[in-house]
T-cell receptor, first 116, second 116 residues
Framework: AQTVTQSQPEMSVQEAETVTLSCTYD???????LFWYKQPPSRQMILVIR??????QNATENRFSVNFQKAAKSFSLKISDSQLGDTAMYFC?????????????FGKGTHLIIQP | GAGVSQSPRYKVAKRGQDVALRCDPI?????LFWYQQALGQGPEFLTY????????KSGLPSDRFFAERPEGSVSTLKIQRTQQEDSAVYLC??????????????FGSGTRLTVV
């Protein structure tokens, strides 16, 4: 079974700063997919960024980028030029290459607060 | 529909009551997942449907929990004789197919269940 660990329960930064959220995972699978989801107070989980384990290039989506270190089983999220609307819970998640009948495995989340 | 719709958005139940939570996935989405998210935690897998077939129910915490998707579209999660530990947000997610789950799911906004 896989596990996902987010060691930062809460982080707070000033608007326009850069912030990095940490995530580590454990799996015996060689191919898999990693995700960062954002959950605002509306509760809907919104996909921020996705990384395929067999791709060495780090994924990037506008202000969001990841640092994927497969050997270290680390998958951190960097948010550049942070905005007030980035305030939310952020969850790191894992799924095996087969799609996973048992679905995504999530970490416990990091509450990110962007201060004006 | 354009997104995954869940109802009711909030539900308060007296201990011992039965509740039914509804999920209306994106039209044409084959895969449907239910997750339970306790306060301050990440979502945890409950059950998975592929069309009308329930392929995995290993995450259901007890035999008081029951899920169905009789026509392969709308799904209902039923909790019998609710207990206080059932208080949580129940999230539904769907994807186009089993393999497409690797691209992440589309989540609904969840139902917040409070058992008093």
């Amino acid at each position: 079974a896989q596990t996902v660990t987010q060691s930062q329960p809460e982080m707070s930064v000033q608007e326009a700063e850069t912030v990095t959220l940490s995530c580590t995972y454990d799996t015996s699978e060689s191919n898999y997919y990693l995700f960062w989801y954002k959950q605002p107070p509306s509760r809907q989980m919104i996909l921020v960024i996705r990384q395929e384990a067999y791709k060495q290039q780090n994924a990037t989506e506008n202000r969001f980028s990841v640092n994927f270190q497969k050997a270290a089983k680390s998958f951190s999220l960097k948010i550049s030029d942070s905005q007030l609307g980035d305030t939310a819970m952020y969850f790191c998640a894992f799924i095996g290459s087969g799609g996973g009948a048992d679905g995504l495995t999530f970490g416990k989340g990091t509450h990110l607060i962007i201060q004006p | 529909g354009a997104g995954v719709s869940q109802s009711p958005r909030y539900k308060v139940a007296k201990r011992g009551q039965d509740v039914a939570l509804r999920c209306d996935p994106i039209s044409g989405h084959v895969s449907l997942f239910w997750y339970q998210q306790a306060l301050g935690q990440g979502p945890e897998f409950l059950t998975y449907f592929q069309n009308e077939a329930q392929l995995d129910k290993s995450g259901l915490p007890s035999d008081r929990f029951f899920a169905e998707r009789p026509e392969g579209s709308v799904s209902t999660l039923k909790i019998q004789r609710t207990q206080q530990e059932d208080s949580a947000v129940y999230l539904c997610a769907s994807s186009l197919g089993f393999r497409q789950a690797n691209y992440g799911y589309t989540f609904g906004s969840g139902t917040r269940l409070t058992v008093v």
